[in-house]
C-alpha cells in the first residue's frame, strides 16, 4: 500500500464509531524501517491549514484493520490528541 492510498481513507474509532478524519501524515521511525503512528488533523482543519491548532497521533498498534475505505482504530481520542506548534 501506497501513502497517498492511505490518505484517500477515513479513519474511524471503533470505541465509540465517530468518524476522526482522513490521514494527513505518518510518522516514521527511520531506524527501524516502520511505520509508527498515522496524523489525523482535528475537525475543523483545511489541507492542515486553517481551523484548529492540533491533530490526532494514533498509534500504528492502535489500528485494527485496514479496508478498502477506512481505517479502524481503538484509541481514547484525549489520549491521542496533541497540540500543534506554530
Known sequence: MR???LKEK???N???CRR???VADLEINCEKGCIEAI???ETGRF??????NSEYVIPWKCICQIGP???LVEVKLEDVLV???L
Open 3 to 5: 501513502i497517498c492510498e
Open 10 to 12: 477515513e479513519v474511524i
Open 39 to 41: 496524523i489525523v488533523p
Open 47 to 52: 489541507c492542515g491549514l486553517f481551523g484548529k
Open 14 to 16: 471503533i470505541c465509540d
Open 20 to 22: 476522526i478524519g482522513c
Open 83 to 85: 497540540k500543534c506548534k
Open 69 to 71: 475505505d477506512i481505517i
